[in-house]
C-alpha cells in the first residue's frame, strides 16, 4: 500500500515548512505557499499511525475544484495544482480563527448537545431537537485555531473583543461563509448530496482577505446522502453520509478519543483500504468525475511530487 506520510522538501527560495496534521506546506520567498496534502489522517486532534492511500489526492484535487467553483464569490489563494497532491498559491497572514458553519445538528455539536449544552459559540440552541435535525437557518460555530493540541469554541463576540479578528473583517469573513456554503450546498444537491457542515480559513494579504487551505473535502466537511435523509430522521436511524466522521465513529467504538489512558487502535491495511475508498467513493459524488488511481504506478510519490513543483516554480522566476 503506497501512501505518503512525510515530506522534507528543499525547494529553491525556500525560507520555511510547517509540518501539519495532515498538510506540510513550504513558505517560497514569503511570496508563495507549496502545500502539499499528504496521506496522513487525523482524529481527535491526533494522527493516526498509518497513511491512507489516495487520501492526498483527494482532498487536493476536491478543494482545488471548489476553489475554482466559488472564486466570483471571494479571492482565493490558489495559483496551480503542478502535482494531484499539491497545491500553489499566495502567501497569506491567516486569521487564528477557523469558521465552522453547521446546516444540521450533528458531529461534535450533538455529543455536546445531546449533554446538555444548548449555547454553542455564543449561538442559542432551542430544547427538544433531535440528532441530525435541520437548523432552521445554518448557524455558524468558530473555533480558534491551534496548533497543537484542541482547537476551542468561541463566539464571534470573543474573536472581537480578543482581537483575533477586526470587527470589520469578521463582518466580511461571516458573510464569505454563508455565501461559500450556500454554493457548496447547491452544487452538493445536484449530486445527491447535503452539505451539512464545513470550516472555512481565511488570511490577509496586502489588506485584501482570502479564502485560503483547503475547501469542501471529507477531512473539512460533512456530506450526508439526500435520498433516504428524511426517512432516517423520522426513524431515528443513522445517515449514510460521506465524511471523515465514519472514522471517529470508529475510533469511539474502539475506545479511544484521545483521552488520558486511552491507547489508538490498530490500523489494519484493510481498514487503511477501506478508508481509502471512502474518500473516492466521496470524490466521485461530489465531483461527478471517476477518479484516477494513475499515479498509483510510480513508487516514488515523493519524487513526483519534487519534479513537479520545482518545474512550477521555475516558471514563477
Given at each position: 500500500?503506497?501512501a505518503?506520510?512525510?515530506?522534507?522538501?528543499?525547494?529553491?527560495?525556500?525560507k520555511?515548512?510547517?509540518?501539519?496534521k495532515?498538510?506540510?506546506?513550504?513558505?517560497?520567498?514569503?511570496?508563495?505557499?507549496?502545500?502539499?496534502?499528504?496521506?496522513?489522517?487525523s482524529?481527535?486532534?491526533?494522527?493516526?499511525?498509518?497513511?491512507?492511500?489516495?487520501?492526498?489526492?483527494?482532498?487536493?484535487?476536491?478543494?482545488?475544484?471548489?476553489?475554482?467553483?466559488?472564486?466570483?464569490i471571494?479571492?482565493?489563494?490558489?495559483?496551480?495544482?503542478?502535482?494531484?497532491?499539491?497545491?500553489?498559491?499566495?502567501?497569506?497572514?491567516?486569521?487564528?480563527?477557523?469558521?465552522i458553519?453547521?446546516?444540521?445538528?450533528?458531529?461534535?455539536?450533538?455529543?455536546?448537545?445531546?449533554?446538555?449544552?444548548?449555547?454553542?459559540?455564543?449561538v442559542?440552541?432551542?430544547?427538544?431537537?433531535?440528532?441530525?435535525?435541520?437548523?432552521?437557518?445554518?448557524?455558524?460555530?468558530?473555533?480558534?485555531?491551534?496548533?497543537?493540541?484542541?482547537?476551542?469554541?468561541?463566539?464571534?463576540?470573543?474573536?472581537?473583543?480578543?482581537?483575533?479578528?477586526?470587527?470589520?473583517?469578521?463582518?466580511?469573513?461571516?458573510?464569505?461563509?454563508?455565501?461559500?456554503?450556500?454554493?457548496g450546498?447547491?452544487?452538493?444537491a445536484k449530486?445527491?448530496?447535503?452539505?451539512?457542515?464545513?470550516?472555512?480559513?481565511?488570511?490577509?494579504?496586502?489588506?485584501?482577505?482570502?479564502?485560503?487551505?483547503?475547501?469542501?473535502?471529507p477531512?473539512?466537511?460533512?456530506?450526508?446522502?439526500?435520498?433516504?435523509?428524511?426517512?432516517?430522521f423520522?426513524?431515528?436511524?443513522?445517515?449514510?453520509?460521506?465524511?471523515?466522521?465514519?472514522?471517529?465513529?470508529?475510533?469511539?467504538?474502539?475506545?479511544?478519543?484521545?483521552?488520558?489512558?486511552?491507547?489508538?487502535?490498530?490500523?489494519?491495511?484493510?481498514?487503511?483500504?477501506?478508508?481509502s475508498?471512502?474518500?473516492?467513493?466521496?470524490?466521485?459524488?461530489?465531483?461527478?468525475?471517476?477518479f484516477?488511481?494513475?499515479?498509483?504506478?510510480?513508487?516514488?510519490?515523493?519524487?513526483?511530487?519534487?519534479?513537479?513543483?520545482?518545474?512550477?516554480?521555475k516558471?514563477r522566476?
Amino acid at each position: 500500500m503506497k501512501a505518503l506520510t512525510r515530506t522534507d522538501f528543499h525547494f529553491e527560495g525556500q525560507k520555511s515548512v510547517y509540518h501539519g496534521k495532515v498538510r506540510d506546506v513550504y513558505n517560497i520567498n514569503d511570496e508563495l505557499m507549496v502545500m502539499v496534502a499528504t496521506d496522513r489522517i487525523s482524529a481527535f486532534d491526533v494522527i493516526l499511525p498509518k497513511g491512507i492511500p489516495f487520501k492526498g489526492q483527494v482532498l487536493n484535487q476536491i478543494a482545488a475544484k471548489f476553489l475554482d467553483a466559488t472564486s466570483d464569490i471571494c479571492p482565493n489563494w490558489k495559483l496551480a495544482t503542478p502535482d494531484p497532491m499539491v497545491t500553489v498559491g499566495l502567501k497569506c497572514e491567516g486569521f487564528r480563527v477557523e469558521m465552522i458553519i453547521r446546516s444540521i445538528l450533528t458531529g461534535s455539536a450533538w455529543r455536546a448537545y445531546k449533554e446538555g449544552c444548548r449555547e454553542l459559540c455564543g449561538v442559542k440552541l432551542p430544547d427538544g431537537m433531535r440528532e441530525n435535525q435541520k437548523f432552521p437557518k445554518p448557524i455558524i460555530t468558530p473555533t480558534t485555531k491551534a496548533d497543537e493540541g484542541h482547537d476551542l469554541n468561541i463566539s464571534r463576540e470573543e474573536i472581537i473583543s480578543q482581537g483575533l479578528v477586526s470587527a470589520e473583517d469578521y463582518a466580511v469573513i461571516e458573510d464569505y461563509t454563508r455565501k461559500l456554503f450556500a454554493r457548496g450546498q447547491e452544487i452538493a444537491a445536484k449530486r445527491g448530496l447535503i452539505l451539512v457542515d464545513t470550516k472555512y480559513e481565511f488570511g490577509k494579504r496586502s489588506g485584501k482577505i482570502y479564502l485560503i487551505d483547503e475547501i469542501h473535502t471529507p477531512d473539512s466537511s460533512r456530506y450526508f446522502y439526500a435520498d433516504g435523509y428524511d426517512e432516517k430522521f423520522k426513524k431515528g436511524e443513522p445517515q449514510k453520509q460521506l465524511s471523515k466522521e465514519f472514522v471517529r465513529q470508529w475510533l469511539i467504538e474502539n475506545n479511544f478519543m484521545n483521552e488520558p489512558g486511552q491507547k489508538m487502535p490498530e490500523i489494519t491495511d484493510q481498514y487503511a483500504e477501506s478508508v481509502s475508498q471512502r474518500y473516492i467513493e466521496l470524490y466521485e459524488h461530489i465531483t461527478g468525475e471517476s477518479f484516477n488511481k494513475s499515479i498509483e504506478k510510480e513508487g516514488d510519490i515523493a519524487g513526483r511530487i519534487e519534479r513537479n513543483v520545482c518545474e512550477y516554480l521555475k516558471t514563477r522566476r
